[in-house]
């Protein structure tokens, strides 16, 4: 199947049918696209939280509570749960670390390359700091993630429910995440569709590609 394929088959699931487990490979092939995915100059500026037990996926549903209860039963039924998180700033431990990584997997043919790389990178960094946006430029970045397990999960035949739905700072607080310098963005539910989620019968809806498109 093409990947448009599986965009027009993918929806988001509203129930999941607590008895069904994802097999471990297929999660992480998942994981393993949400390590790969794009971000600007390379910042990878995000931490994932996986949630597959229920003591897990508890603490988790702590950010489903008051207003947002009506996602709670779709973090607990799910098979896995996976909390996308953001970092706060982007500070000189965490660019060093990335740009040993690039180093050790060969991306530099000398060190002026990694000079150069290391200054490209810091001065976007230092853009936005001066724009006070770095925490909106890294989540931009782990909502690139976001897209791209929600497609590859399509592809292994699995469903998700993306939840903007959550109480950030419960789940911060919860997960400790401030001390690391992180910020809960968006949790994902990964299963199967239970047979009592209405949204499965739906058609897909979409604007018409002439109202989204302009071809010059």
Known sequence: MSPASFA????????????????????DELLELLRLSPSSVNSQPWHFV???????????????????????PKILNASHV????????LDDAHLANVLQQEADDGRFRDDAARTTQHNTRSSYVELHRGLGDIPHW???????????????????????????????EALDEELGLAAQGLS?????????????????????????????????
């Open 138 to 168: 890294a989540e931009k970045q782990a909502y690139l993630a976001l897209g791209t397990l929600l497609l590859g999960a399509a592809a292994k035949g699995v469903d998700a429910t993306p939840m903007e739905g959550i109480d950030r």
């Open 82 to 89: 996976i909390l996308i998180c953001a970092r706060r700033d």
């Open 50 to 72: 996986v949630a597959s037990t229920a003591e897990g996926k508890a603490r988790l549903a702590k950010g489903a509570q008051g207003g947002f209860a009506y996602n709670q």
């Open 184 to 216: 809960s963005m968006v949790a994902v539910a990964l299963g199967y569709r239970s047979d009592s989620d209405f949204n499965a019968a739906l058609p897909k809806s979409r604007l018409p590609a002439e109202r989204v498109f302009t071809h010059l």
């Open 8 to 27: 027009r088959q993918r929806y988001t699931t509203k129930a999941y049918d607590a008895s069904r487990q994802v097999d471990q490979a297929i999660i």
